[in-house]
């Protein structure tokens, strides 16, 4: 029972992960749909985003993922390559950090921050998690809670929450992302305040 425990919660560790790709490359896609001069609100809102959200990601990798997944690889290099991509793309958001939708190369330093992503996420699904299929030696149980909280604690620092990931994994319904769909909130949220008296004086005339 520990085994099998064990080896559900190294998948479900890999799927999280995996959510968090999903993530990344609906957000490049849907940047690309986006004009940096017409909505530039909304593009920055993307980016920052999906920046923050890429940042959490990293670091769980980078101190628990990628720490655990040494001990079962035999492919050390794959590990060293992965770290390195990393760097490579906290220099871009730190580029995107410094810029806004003003700047004649913001969309064009996100859109080559998703072939980075991209490229990384293939290698990632396409060579390390395959690699460690079958491997045994770390206690994954362990791991994966140390990832939960991990996120948890880092989401709360970047200003990020649950709520926005899983409006995220229901864009497919509406084909918009968490990003877009937060930039429109404040509108929404201010007509249903003024719809609400208006509400409540139609059920006052019914009452009478």
């Known amino acids: 029972m ?108 996100f859109k080559v921050l998703g072939e980075y992503i991209n490229h990384h996420v293939k290698e990632e699904e396409g060579e390390i998690f395959p690699a460690m299929q079958g491997r045994s030696g770390v206690e994954w149980e362990g791991v994966q809670e140390q990832m939960m909280t991990r996120r948890e604690q880092l989401m709360s620092e970047m200003g990020l929450s649950e709520d926005a990931e899983e409006g995220e994994e229901a864009e497919s319904a509406d084909g918009r992302s968490g990003a877009q769909r937060g930039a429109r909130s404040s509108t929404r949220r201010g007509s249903t305040a003024e719809e609400r008296p208006q509400a409540a004086g139609r059920r006052e005339k019914t009452k009478k």
């Open 2 to 109: 520990a085994s099998r425990n064990n080896s559900a919660a190294k998948s479900e560790i890999i799927e999280e992960l995996k959510e968090d790709h999903k993530r990344a490359k609906q957000a490049f896609r849907e940047a690309e749909k986006l004009d940096a001069d017409e909505d530039g609100e909304e593009l920055k809102a993307l980016v920052e985003q999906t920046c923050a959200e890429l940042e959490v990601h990293a670091t769980l990798e980078e101190e628990l993922f990628y720490p655990a997944a040494r001990e079962v690889l035999k492919e050390g290099d794959l590990i060293d390559e992965a770290e390195v991509e990393h760097g490579s793309a906290k220099a871009l958001i730190a580029q995107l950090r410094a810029m806004g939708p003003e700047d004649e190369k913001y969309a064009a330093t």
